[in-house]
T-cell receptor, first 114, second 111 residues
């Protein structure tokens, strides 16, 4: 009964490759997010989608492209992976895009680029 | 831009003690603030959401307070247990629906 799930949990790949991380939520939420947690454990928002539409796009290299096929899914595709992309990526969701809504997080995907 | 500081960075207490974790933020124009716990290698678990109009929010042994004007929030944990050992993160929400995270306080409760 996982509320927010991510696959894969671990991803090890070489520089220059293209990879995707998938996220699904079964909470019926309208809004989904991607966060990046770097080696210093600092979490920073990357993207936010509401009803499949992009509403937040922080300063992220355009090698990162989110895709939302439906409200329950928000996938993250990364082109031409670099060493600095190594981090833990968290997906989250909330009932709406409004400020009062609590965000629920997935377990994270640990990406290691070698 | 919002900056969030959590003090202390690490805390070790014997089981049964009450403790307070501190969070300060630079932009007081927040909508709410969320406290999370993160277990090693795991995701974030939401503990409490406190709206900007509220001063306190309680859940079980946890109590979060918010002083928006001074840019401070505290998380009080009563009668700590070894299972409380985790990293605690505070995240005020401001701007375009952004959660800004602090670097957390790593709590160890010693049996």
């Amino acid at each position: 009964d996982t509320a927010v799930s991510q696959t894969p949990k671990y991803l090890v790949t070489q520089m220059g490759n293209d990879k995707s991380i998938k996220c699904e939520q079964n909470l019926g939420h309208d809004t989904m997010y991607w966060y990046k947690q770097d080696s210093k454990k600092f979490l920073k928002i990357m993207f936010s989608y509401n009803n499949k539409e992009l509403i937040i796009n922080e300063t992220v290299p355009n090698r990162f492209s989110p895709k939302s096929p439906d409200k329950a899914h928000l996938n993250l595709h990364i082109n031409s992976l670099e060493l600095g992309d190594s981090a833990v990526y968290f997906c989250a969701s909330s009932q709406g895009a409004g400020f009062s809504y609590e965000q629920y997080f997935g377990p994270g995907t640990r990406l290691t680029v070698t | 831009k919002q900056e969030v500081t959590q003090i202390p960075a690490a805390l070790s207490v014997p089981e049964g003690e009450n403790l307070v974790l501190n969070c300060s933020f630079t932009d007081s124009a927040i909508y709410n603030l969320q406290w999370f716990r993160q277990d090693p290698g795991k995701g974030l678990t939401s503990l409490l959401l406190i709206q900007s109009s509220q001063r306190e929010q309680t859940s079980g042994r946890l109590n979060a307070s918010l002083d928006k004007s001074s840019g401070r929030s505290t998380l009080y944990i009563a009668a700590s247990q070894p299972g409380d050992s985790a990293t605690y993160l505070c995240a005020p929400r401001s701007g375009a629906n952004n959660l800004f995270f602090g670097t957390g306080t790593r709590l160890t409760v010693i049996p």
